[in-house]
């Protein structure tokens, strides 16, 4: 196999492996805001309850087969499933080829930095939808997995990935993205005596913060976040009749500034300081 084979292949396992978890996150996010086992009982038709069998269980492809019907009671499976695994199947490709760039980079340390930021890409994602439904972050997928986020970097720095973060920087990143947030939320009570944002939030950004690191990641997703809050946030707040804060959740945005910090962080970093470059020229001189 010629190395661009075998990083070709290693790409399409990437996808695949996506897809698979994807397929795991349509069941916690079914089950978790309930707080019922992910593991047990085995996936089952929410309708009709019965067991869902392995080969009805591929990745989108099954719910294509059965034309989005139940094998047992024929009722419609949402198209939510096959949206999230092929999502998530596409962030793995996008994320494989962001941090396997080449042939070159085919090694244990480039493998494990996939691995650790696959998951949480995944959890990232289970959040978002988790959000959007039920206006909760489980806090596995936030707080709890600040630790992951701060192990995983010490792993990565120990195997030698070159773009490992120090360790100070995840550590730091979950106290400033904490932080950060709650000194927000702590101003706005003051000032307006109402909740801005829920602490599920600040307890996001403090997972965000371990794994991408405290400077420049964290102001970076919050600019982000705010930004593409308020265009889709604004219209549908007057729409609507109610307050910003209450006519969305917040978590995905921020699931979306740390996606895109991920995908391309340089190209963002080298845009932004544009950015403050030419205000600098125009306002410096
Ligand atoms: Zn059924």
Known sequence: MTPEGAWSFFAAFATMLGLLFGSFLNVCIARMPED??????????????????????????????????CRDCGLPISSLYPAIELLTGLLAWLLFARIVPGPDALDLAHFAAFGVYLVFVCMLVAQTFIDIRHYIIPDEFSIYAVPLGVGGTLLLGWLGYPDALPWQQSVLGALLGGGSLALVMGLWWLVRRQESMGLGDVKLLAMIGSFLGAVPAVPVIIVIAAVAGSIVGLPLALLTRRKLSLALPFGPFLALGALAWLLHGPVLLSVYMGYIGRLYAIFGS
């Open 36 to 69: 019922r086992s992910v593991a047990y009982p085995p996936s089952h038709c929410p309708a009709c309850g019965h067991n869902i069998r392995w080969y009805d269980n591929i990745p989108v492809l099954s719910w294509l087969i059965l034309r989005a019907r």
